[in-house]
């Protein structure tokens, strides 16, 4: 049970240093963290809208996220990358926090929840779902979800080529909850498929189409039709 244990405890460690960081970064549009082993110690990668305001001026700011990081989580000589998005329209967890900041600026849940899908599919990405949950209108709960494009909600290509990113808005009524779930623009499902043609098969797979000689195409002799007169 050692092992176990071990593991667990890793993993909630590493969920409670991104709720951090999450907080931490919040204006600088948090987009992701990775936490990986190495020999120097742990190298964490953090991908931001604006890495400036995570840097700092002079790096204090970054010092100061390293220096908790190694005494607060007890992660090993802690190394923070930052990394820049390159497009915030397809990063699901910047969406979904700035469709909470929408929420909490007063915008009517169907106005945001259609502005975040139109400008994910404006983006370029094949589909994208939002889940808006919370008191929307009244004292009962209620959840409305926004789709377009193809989403897929289970299997390989859910865990390959779907993003998941999730938020809080905080109004007088309670809390309401934010998911936005992305499909992005260079995935590929099992049913799509192309059609090529032999040329272009032989110059892909030399090896398979190379040695097949092309099929010579049949003669076909042409035989006038007879004409028969009816009277």
């Given at each position: 049970?050692?092992s ?12 409670l ?8 970064v ?7 963290l ?6 120097m110690g742990?190298?964490?990668?953090l991908?931001t809208?604006?890495?400036?305001l ?9 010092k100061?996220?390293?220096l908790?990081?190694e005494?607060?989580y007890?992660?090993g000589?802690p ?8 497009n915030?329209?397809l990063?699901?967890?910047i969406?979904a926090?700035?469709?909470?900041f ?5 915008w009517h849940f ?6 975040t ?6 983006a ?8 808006i ?5 009244g004292q ?7 789709k377009e494009?193809?989403?897929k909600?289970c299997g390989?290509?859910r ?6 990113g ?6 007088k ?10 499909m992005?623009?260079?995935?590929k499902?099992p ?6 043609s ?7 797979l030399?090896?398979?189409f ?7 195409a049949?003669v ?6 007879e004409t028969k007169?009816?009277?």
């Amino acid at each position: 049970m050692a092992s176990e244990r071990k593991f667990v405890a890793e993993n909630v460690r590493r969920v409670l240093l991104k709720e951090y960081l999450m907080k931490e970064v919040s204006r600088a549009g948090f987009g992701g963290l990775d936490i990986q082993r190495t020999p120097m110690g742990t190298r964490v990668i953090l991908t931001t809208e604006r890495p400036g305001l995570v840097i700092g001026r002079r790096g204090q700011t970054i010092k100061n996220l390293t220096l908790v990081i190694e005494e607060k989580y007890g992660f090993g000589n802690p190394q923070i990358e930052v990394q820049e998005v390159e497009n915030a329209s397809l990063n699901a967890q910047i969406m979904a926090e700035k469709l909470a900041f929408s929420l909490e600026r007063g915008w009517h849940f169907r106005r945001a929840g259609h502005s975040t899908v139109r400008r994910v599919m404006d983006a370029g990405a094949r589909g994208c779902h939002v889940i808006i949950a919370g008191k929307l209108t009244g004292q009962r709960h209620r959840t409305e979800k926004f789709k377009e494009g193809y989403i897929k909600f289970c299997g390989e290509p859910r865990t390959l080529f779907v993003e998941k990113g999730y938020a809080i808005a905080k109004l007088k009524m309670g809390v309401i909850g934010v998911t936005v779930e992305i499909m992005r623009p260079d995935s590929k499902l099992p049913a799509d498929t192309a059609i090529i043609s032999k040329t272009e098969a032989a110059a892909k797979l030399p090896d398979i189409f190379g040695s097949v000689a092309p099929a010579e195409a049949p003669v076909v002799e042409d035989v006038g039709a007879e004409t028969k007169e009816v009277n």
